[in-house]
């Protein structure tokens, strides 16, 4: 599973990389980040159970959505459509993220535990994370960060 892993993080890294040329043009630069980027993966134990946990899951979720857009072409006709809706990318991004944060929860929960010196228990559940008084006040903080980002650029 660790190997799995490994090619895994190394195939996407180096296709986003490659992409979106967020390191400049060069292969040798965007190969070589890729594998680093795969090695930390590698040598985690943590990092490796949350890609195995998560690759699963997006593979169903990418099934689910072909059969989906499969249906919904038989009833509206033409898939471009479809995929170019704003709708259907806000929620192709919501389920990915349900399933990245279920998964974090389920892989960094016990090590969370650990961090939070005491203030979680085991028999609280990972929805008690939310609720300590520093993961609280570090939402707070992001909420009012966003309504002065947008108060100051709706202004301009």
Known sequence: MPLLAFFFVFIVSYALFAKTKLLGDSEIVNFFTSFLVAVI???SPAATKFTVS???WVAVLMFVLAFILLILTFVRGSV???VKSPA???ILVAAVLIVFIA???NVFGPLLNVISNGEITETSGPLALFLT???LSAIILLIVAAITTYILTRSK
């Open 41 to 43: 993966f590698f040598l």
């Open 54 to 56: 998560t690759v699963p």
């Open 80 to 82: 471009d459509d479809i």
């Open 88 to 90: 259907v990318a806000l």
């Open 103 to 105: 998964a974090a929860i």
């Open 133 to 135: 008084p520093s993961v």
